[in-house]
Each structure stands twice: as structure tokens, then as C-alpha cells.
């Protein structure tokens, strides 16, 4: 329990990084988990390939909204040619927590954002491993 | 000591998933409205079945295929009597309550419903309830309306004369909320429809597992309840007037449903079995008719009267909790078994998550019942419920438990 309510995963929760939205986006996507109904919505300003800023709104559980919190801090910098090759292991790897099947949706859930926005991918990231 | 008429400690001795130890902790199995625990007697007539009489049923002349058909029979017989239902050709074996409502909606609904009817259910409906009547009614040009609730998820009761109306050709309806816990006055609404020539489906999945349910009294023209909610397996049940279910058109095609077919027509086979196209769940039929049985032994009105007792203490601990929000009626005796809430610190997945660790059984989303949720502008909520093995130290163990959920999200 201590594992996977950890003091960082807490105040990303408490204290989201990067929240709100970018008027005038160049990307913007929203999905919902149907399982639980967590909700992540993405803005994406672009510098030519580059992310230049990027803020997320939604509201869900501890662990997808912490999820959010941590990947937007990773892509700023990030081209979409990046983005692309990020999966299932990256996200696992920034929230360093161990996940059940179920849970393992909401972390994936702003990735799956950002990659139905930038590539019109709308599969989940761990579709091919079921 | 008998607690409202039920031994439950010698109750939960029937259940052997009960005796079990989930992260170093006794189970407490608080989620029965998504589905009950099964008693040894369930088991043990599934096993029996398969060890000794499986067979396919209605056809084979040898003597385990009567075995089986009797005992297949004799399960609807059993599920009749339980819900007082005039003739056991009136109940339908299907795959499960979602499917014997959508037989409805298909059979009932496509030859009765046209362009500019109306369909009413309410804000209080699982989506089982909902989905195929927006589907019946967007194919037919039809309209779907609501019974609107108030904020304890009472239905409107101006709402019920304003919405059921000369228009009104199905009126789908629950009978106990799976969220709010609300008992409906279902009596009120299916004399409102009747009195307007339009039918009711009921939505009896968290009704008939927990109270007297008979339909002649209730005089509804469907009901829809799942036996794996009622200490059974999986499968379900339709009942229907047999005036309406004679005038139906098949649901599914296939054997077992036909009287004749030849290349270039069929007739139907007679009721039941008319809506039960292909083999059907035998063991889980025979299961039920276990279910019911022992359910019987335990009598409803205790069933009921414990339930009430838990649902009462539950809600008196759980207000305790200062900024909780508790859905539905605040009074145990206007509602089931069932009571979701919402805590300020914490989403209900992290709350069921934290829960589990402590080996607690809740349910955390919004329950299948996600127009409830935005009706009241809440996402989620946990959701605890309660059955004829529940205690109220498994409430204790909640309440303690929420707490230290508190502690671990106050920032």
C-alpha cells in the first residue's frame, strides 16, 4: 500500500504539474476510461516538431492523474517522432509503482491521450499484450 | 442468537470463500450487489449435476438426459413458486439480467413501439436498463424520457404522472437502485402505466436477491433479475405475463426454440422454450434452483429485515465521517442494501484500492449507472453492500478502514 500510494504519486496527485488548458492548442484530445470513468484531457502547443508547452484537466483517481501530472513534465522538449515510442514500460518506469491489470488503465490513460491527438492512435498501449 | 430471524454466523459457515484470508487479512465481502458469494448447497448441486446427470437437455431418450431436463424444469418450477409467477411457462431462462431486458426491447419493443411513442424510464437505471431503450427507440423513431429524482434519489412522484402518458407505450423501471439503493414505488408506476395501456419492464436485479418479490401482486408485465446476485451462478431470468409473451416473436433463432423447420419456414416452439434458442446453462439453471432453495429456507422477510438492519448501521457510521456524501434515502427503510458514497480526500479507486489492502471487498466507479453519477455531478463513488453473510463489524472494519484513507490523502 505505502508502494503504490508513495509520497511523489501523492503530490503530483495533490499538486498536479502542468494542469489547466492552452488556448489556441495546436493538439487537443480528451478520452475517458470506460472502466472507471476517469477523464484526461491534453493541449498540446507545438514549436515546429517540438512540444513547447502542454496542460492537461481531468478528474479521476490518484494514480492516473499523477500519471498526467509526471508524462506532461516529460514532454516538454519532446518531439512527436518521441512521443510516438513512448509505452506501457515508459509509463511504468516515471510512476516506479507496482500496478494491477486494473489500475494499469488509469496510468495509461494520459499516454493513450497524447497518442490519440498526435497520431490518431486510439488503441491502449498495452492492447497488443492481451 | 438469531439476529431479525437469521443465524448469520452459521450463514457465513455456508459460504466457504468467506473462511478465506485476502492480504493477510479475513475477507470482508461487502460488493454483493455486483455479485453474491455462493453457499456450499450452490456448489454443491453444480458438482452434483455435472458428476452425475450432465446431459443435454429436451432431447436424448436415455436416462441421464431425463435427469437432466427434470432437473432443468424443475429449477423454473422452483424459480415460479419463489416469485409467484402463474405458470413456470412465464420464466425465462437467459444469459443474465441485461439479456432479459434487451428480449424484451427486441421482441416486445420492435413489433409494439413506432415513430412519435414514448419509452419512460428514470435517472436511477443501470445502464442495462437504459441502453436498449435508446437503441429500440432511436431504430423506431421513438422517444426515451426520464422520471427525474430528488437529492436523497427518491423519483419525482409529479414526474410520474407528468412523464407516463398517453404516449407512453413501455415504462422500464427499477425496482431497488444499484447506486442510491432507492426502493421505488414501483406499485404507483405500474398502476400509472397501466392506467394509460402502456407496460412495464422491471428491473428486479437488486429486488429479488434481497426482499418478497410476487409478481401477480406486483401485476408488472416483465421482470428482469440475475441469479448470480441471489447466491446462484451465472445466468438470469426473464418473467413475463404469458398474454404478452405468446404475441412475441422470437428473440434469438436457433434449436431447441422451433417446433418445425424446414427450408422455407419454422414454427415456434411452445413457451418457454420459444426464448430459449441453443443449449442453455444447465448446471447454472439447476444452480439457481439451489439458490433458491436455500433462500426460501432463510425466508425473504428475514432476508429483508437483516439487510435493513445493516443498511441502517451503515449509514449511521458512515455519516459519522465528516465531509462523506452518502446517495439515496437516508432512511434504511426506504431503501436496499446498498450504499455508495463519496469522500472529499479521495477518488473511490484509490479508496477500494486502500480498502482491499485491509482485505475489504467495496466497488469503486460509477457501478454501471453513469447518468445517476452526472445527475448528481459526482464522477464516482465507493460503493459498499450487504447480503445474508454480512456483519456489522464488517461495517466496524470499513469505517476504521476509511479512516486511514483520510490520513493517507490529507496534503
Redesign the interface.
Known amino acids: 500500500?505505502d508502494d503504490?500510494?508513495r509520497e511523489l504519486i501523492?503530490?503530483h496527485y495533490?499538486?498536479p504539474h502542468n494542469h489547466g488548458e492552452i488556448p489556441g492548442a495546436d493538439i487537443s484530445y480528451e478520452d475517458s476510461n470506460p472502466?472507471?470513468?476517469?477523464?484526461i484531457r491534453i493541449d498540446i502547443k507545438l514549436q515546429g516538431n517540438v512540444v513547447a508547452d502542454v496542460r492537461f484537466n481531468g478528474?479521476?483517481?490518484?494514480?492516473s492523474q499523477a500519471s498526467a501530472s509526471m508524462l506532461t513534465d516529460e514532454l516538454i522538449g519532446k518531439s512527436l517522432d518521441d512521443i510516438k515510442k513512448m509505452d506501457k514500460q515508459y509509463i511504468l518506469d516515471l510512476l516506479g509503482i507496482p500496478l494491477g491489470p486494473t489500475?494499469i488503465k488509469?496510468a495509461l490513460l494520459p499516454l493513450k491521450v497524447i497518442k490519440a491527438g498526435v497520431y490518431g492512435i486510439t488503441a491502449w498501449p498495452d492492447d497488443d499484450e492481451e | 442468537m438469531p439476529i431479525n430471524g437469521l443465524y448469520v454466523s452459521a450463514i457465513r459457515e455456508d459460504f466457504p470463500i468467506l473462511q478465506q484470508i485476502v492480504h493477510g487479512k479475513p475477507l470482508v465481502y461487502l460488493d454483493s450487489a455486483a455479485t453474491s458469494q455462493k453457499p456450499e448447497a450452490v456448489i454443491r448441486a453444480m458438482d452434483t449435476y455435472y458428476r452425475t446427470s450432465n446431459a443435454n437437455i429436451h432431447r436424448g431418450v436415455y436416462q441421464l438426459a431425463e435427469q437432466a431436463t427434470e432437473q432443468y424444469e424443475g429449477a423454473r418450477k422452483r424459480i415460479q413458486r419463489f416469485i409467484n409467477a402463474k405458470s413456470p411457462r412465464e420464466v425465462i431462462f437467459t444469459r443474465n439480467a441485461t439479456e432479459a431486458i434487451n428480449l424484451v426491447a427486441y421482441s416486445w419493443g420492435r413489433a409494439n413501439v413506432r415513430a412519435g411513442d414514448e419509452v419512460v424510464s428514470t435517472v436511477l437505471e443501470h445502464h442495462a436498463n437504459i441502453v436498449p431503450w435508446q437503441l429500440l427507440t432511436q431504430e423506431k423513431g421513438a422517444r426515451l424520457t426520464y422520471i427525474g429524482a430528488d437529492e436523497q434519489g427518491r423519483l419525482r412522484e409529479e414526474e410520474i404522472e407528468a412523464r407516463i402518458t398517453a404516449r407512453t407505450k413501455l415504462v422500464a423501471v427499477t425496482m431497488a437502485s444499484n447506486v442510491a439503493g432507492t426502493l421505488t414505488p414501483i406499485q404507483s408506476i405500474i398502476a400509472r402505466a397501466h392506467a394509460v395501456g402502456a407496460v412495464v419492464v422491471v428491473d428486479a436485479a437488486q429486488a429479488v436477491p434481497h426482499m418478497p418479490v410476487d409478481v401477480q401482486a406486483l401485476d408488472c408485465d416483465f421482470l428482469a433479475f440475475s441469479g448470480h446476485k441471489m447466491l446462484g451462478p451465472f445466468v438470469g431470468v426473464l418473467y413475463g405475463k404469458r398474454t404478452w409473451l405468446d404475441k412475441m416473436e422470437p428473440f434469438l433463432g436457433g434449436g431447441d426454440m422451433i417446433r418445425e423447420v424446414h427450408l422455407e419456414y419454422s414454427k415456434w416452439n411452445d413457451l418457454p422454450w420459444k426464448f430459449e434458442a441453443g443449449t442453455p446453462a444447465i448446471a447454472e439453471a439447476i444452480g439457481l434452483g439451489a439458490a433458491v432453495d436455500y433462500l426460501t429456507a432463510l425466508g425473504m422477510e428475514n432476508v429483508r429485515a437483516h439487510e435493513r438492519e445493516m443498511t441502517a448501521y451503515a449509514l449511521n457510521q458512515l455519516r459519522a465521517i465528516e465531509g462523506i456524501r452518502i446517495l439515496g434515502p437516508l432512511d434504511a427503510d426506504q431503501r436496499g442494501g446498498v450504499v455508495a458514497f463519496s469522500i472529499p480526500e479521495?477518488?473511490?479507486?484509490?479508496v477500494a484500492?486502500?480498502l482491499d489492502?485491509e482485505g475489504i471487498c467495496v466497488r469503486?466507479?460509477?457501478h454501471c449507472a453513469?447518468p445517476l453519477?452526472e445527475y448528481y455531478g459526482i464522477?464516482?463513488t465507493t460503493r459498499a453492500s450487504f447480503y445474508v453473510y454480512n456483519i456489522p463489524e464488517e461495517v466496524d472494519k470499513l469505517v476504521e478502514t476509511l479512516a486511514k484513507v483520510r490520513q493517507?490523502?490529507k496534503?
Open positions: 500500500m503504490l500510494y501523492l503530490d495533490q499538486h472502466l472507471c470513468g476517469d477523464k478528474k479521476g483517481c490518484a494514480i489500475r488509469c | 479521495a477518488h473511490p479507486h484509490d484500492q486502500i489492502h469503486g466507479g460509477h453513469m453519477h464522477a464516482a493517507i490523502f496534503g
